[in-house]
């Protein structure tokens, strides 16, 4: 079982749509989660932490189910702009100076 | 302020032949990590430098990658005897020490091996 799972995609939405990616993790001895974003051959970036009480960013919401070992990350309004591939991050157990990257979920807006 | 710099931003080499990737991170970042990125694939981790402590080497794939790093500066990616799964994108990233969360990558150095 890989360590970081998510669903590939791509996910094809229209301007406007609200759009929910989900990742699971495999060991529960992680500690901090978070969501980047790559643009197509561009170099990965910080998109936001996920906490258990859900952290929102403007049209961006992520939510930590710990029992669960589950993490999402809900875009609202979609722009063309927010065409990118999601990557879903966790920190390694008992070490949350190592990251553990997803292959990330592809998401494609078009007008 | 400067980002994360790599060189060569491309590299094509022959099969057997060594290869060195440069990294140079954002100053003050004492975090200085190494990843693969195969095409389509997700980051696979390499390696991970942390001030003046061993490094953690845990991702390496092979004892023909090896790196170094001078203090808290740069960064070297050695690979030897290239083969030809060895084609990936090397990104590093860097990171202050209290936020080894918030990872700043540098372009990557796309290696090509014939």
């Known amino acids: 079982r890989k360590e970081v799972e998510q669903d590939p995609g791509p996910f094809n939405v229209p301007e406007g749509a609200t759009v929910a990616f989900n990742c699971t993790y495999s060991?529960?001895?992680?500690?901090?989660f978070f969501w980047y974003r790559q643009d197509c051959r561009k170099e990965p970036k910080l998109l936001m932490s996920v906490y258990s009480s859900g952290n929102e960013d403007g049209r961006f919401t992520a939510q930590l189910n710990r029992a669960s070992q589950y993490i999402s990350l809900l875009i609202r309004d979609s722009k063309l702009s927010d065409s990118a591939t999601y990557l879903c991050?966790?920190?390694?157990?008992?070490?949350?100076?190592?990251?553990?990257f997803g292959t990330g979920t592809r998401l494609q807006v078009f007008p | 302020g400067a980002g994360v710099s790599q060189s060569p931003s491309n590299k094509v080499t022959e099969k057997g032949k060594d290869v060195e990737l440069r990294c140079d991170p954002i100053s003050g970042h004492t975090a200085l990590y190494w990843y693969r990125q195969r095409l389509g694939q997700g980051l696979e981790f390499l390696i991970y430098f942390q001030g003046n402590s061993a490094p953690d080497k845990s991702g390496l794939p092979s004892d023909r990658f090896s790196a170094e790093r001078t203090g808290e500066s740069v960064s070297t990616l050695t690979i030897q005897r290239t083969q030809q799964e060895d084609s990936a994108v090397y990104l590093c990233a860097s990171s202050l020490a209290g936020r080894t969360y918030e990872q700043y990558f540098g372009p990557g150095t796309r290696l090509t091996v014939t």
């Open positions: 991050v966790v920190s390694a157990p008992y070490n949350t100076d190592k990251l553990i």
């Open positions: 060991n529960s001895a992680s500690q901090s």
